[in-house]
Nanobody, 127 residues
Framework: QVQLVESGGGLVQAGVSLRLSCAAS????????MAWFRQAPGKERGFVAA????????SYADSVKGRFTISRGNAKNTVYLQMNSLKPEDTAVYYCAAKTTAYSGQLYLAEYDYNYWGQGTQVTVSS
């Protein structure tokens, strides 16, 4: 069983930065592919960013490319999402996800790839 706990959300003004963190339980975090998804009010949950086991490979949704950066600290069992130049359309609940059976170097972009999810953290960006 893997537990994921997100933190770092909040209410901010457009243009500022936030960093989300997701702490994972388990002794084999370095074997988990990780990702962030988000769900805006009235919309389905969608892909934001993914990172490979080593952290060397990443992928981003077009809407956040160039503004958001996903990274991981395997020694701390934590994945991060650095969000810069936030926009009101980034307002959503952000979820951390883990795929515990993953291949090195592979990136997983679909919700159905992931078998563990956090509770989510709210990010609200005002204009």
């Amino acid at each position: 069983q893997v537990q994921l706990v997100e933190s770092g959300g909040g209410l901010v003004q457009a243009g500022v930065s936030l960093r989300l963190s997701c702490a994972a339980s388990g002794r084999t975090f370095s074997n988990y592919a990780m990702a962030w998804f988000r769900q805006a009010p009235g919309k389905e949950r969608g892909f934001v960013a993914a990172v490979s086991l080593s952290g060397r490979s990443t992928s981003y949704a077009d809407s956040v490319k160039g503004r958001f950066t996903i990274s991981r600290g395997n020694a701390k069992n934590t994945v991060y999402l650095q969000m810069n130049s936030l926009k009101p359309e980034d307002t959503a609940v952000y979820y951390c996800a883990a795929k515990t059976t993953a291949y090195s170097g592979q990136l997983y972009l679909a919700e159905y790839d992931y078998n563990y999810w956090g509770q989510g953290t709210q990010v609200t960006v005002s204009s």
